[in-house]
């Protein structure tokens, strides 16, 4: 009997979960880059934070990424053991019970938003909260399952970590941390359509309107072109406000300009193509595409402080 029969009729036992499957409803990976982005905003903002200030800050924005995931998981048990990428999640799995993982949310969600605050400042922290709020309830719970919009709307959740990193140190946002989130929240459509064009039939399974399962393959190619686009200029609009050096501009323009390559064979790819050869490749790309170019800014500011 699983966690989740358990909750639906069972006798009610507590799980015999242990720390990694606990660390796993954190989504580790998606986590990684959270941190890595917010790293990011904080890095390159105005002003200077004392290292352990900013130790906790990104510890904070990490706890809050862990505790949005680990709600999102609650929510979503039903069709994460359907799809058969999200089937071996500790819920589906039975090894962590639902309203466990609830709790263990609600709990991490309200440690790193108070401890941001606390520790930080309360502007960063409201964002952090409204972060949480906004991938858990306005994602997770209504956008993902209503339109197949839902990751162009729902991307805004992944995209503030380098906002709430510079609000660290800054107490407030500007135009240069709207282009760092403006560089995720472009950057997710593609992202997440190359995946759904090679899974769409655990999207159908389960009844997400996913971009390709409603508008059709035709339709969501097209609209990745066009999102990586947007995403290449993003990438290059630091250096147009004087966050970047051109050296900066010139791999960033590189790396989006492969990017839109990427998504040129995927609209170039079969319909109803098999393998979906293209669409894993661009779905691989994007992922080193973001970090490569946050980690670009931050090489690139590291150089100009050295500089001087």
């Known amino acids: 009997m699983t966690a989740i029969d358990n909750e639906l009729g069972g006798d009610l036992v507590l799980s015999e979960a242990t720390g990694r499957d606990y ?15 917010a790293f990011a905003g904080l890095f390159l903002a105005p002003g200077p934070i004392n290292p352990v ?12 990424a862990g505790a949005a995931g680990a709600l999102n998981m609650w929510y979503d048990a039903d069709i994460d053991a359907i799809m058969s990428r999200t089937a071996k999640r500790p819920i589906p799995a039975g090894k962590v019970r639902r309203d466990e993982a609830l709790a263990f949310g609600i709990a991490l969600s309200c440690f790193s938003v108070a401890t941001l605050g606390l520790a930080i400042n309360w502007f960063a922290a409201g964002l952090l909260a409204f972060t949480i709020f906004y991938y858990a309830v306005f994602y997770t719970m209504w956008l993902k399952r209503a339109t197949p919009q839902n990751i162009v709307i729902g991307g805004a959740a992944g995209a503030f ?11 407030g946002i500007s135009l240069d941390s709207v282009i760092l ?4 929240f472009l950057w997710t459509p593609p992202h997440f359509w190359a ?23 035709a339709s969501t190619k097209n609209q990745m072109v066009v999102y ?14 004087g966050l970047a050096s051109p050296f900066y ?43 490569a170019i946050f980690a670009a800014l931050i090489v690139d500011r590291a150089a100009m402080l050295m500089i001087g």
């Open 23 to 37: 660390f796993a409803l954190l989504k580790p990976r998606v986590m990684s880059l959270v941190v890595f982005t």
């Open 53 to 64: 200030m900013g130790a906790i800050a990104i510890l904070c924005i990490a706890v809050g």
């Open 161 to 171: 970590p380098p906002m709430i990193g510079w609000a660290a140190v800054t107490g």
């Open 181 to 184: 989130f403006s560089i995720t």
């Open 195 to 217: 995946l759904a064009l090679f899974k769409k039939g655990d999207y159908d399974d389960v009844g997400i309107p996913m971009m390709p399962n409603v508008a059709g393959e």
């Open 228 to 241: 990586a686009v947007l995403t290449a200029i993003a990438g290059v609009a630091p250096w147009f406000t």
């Open 249 to 291: 501009a010139v791999f960033a323009a590189a790396l989006g300009g492969y990017f839109v390559y990427h998504s040129l064979k995927v609209r170039a790819m079969a319909e109803g193509d098999q393998k979906m050869v293209p669409a894993k490749k661009m779905f691989g790309y994007s992922l080193f595409y973001l970090s």
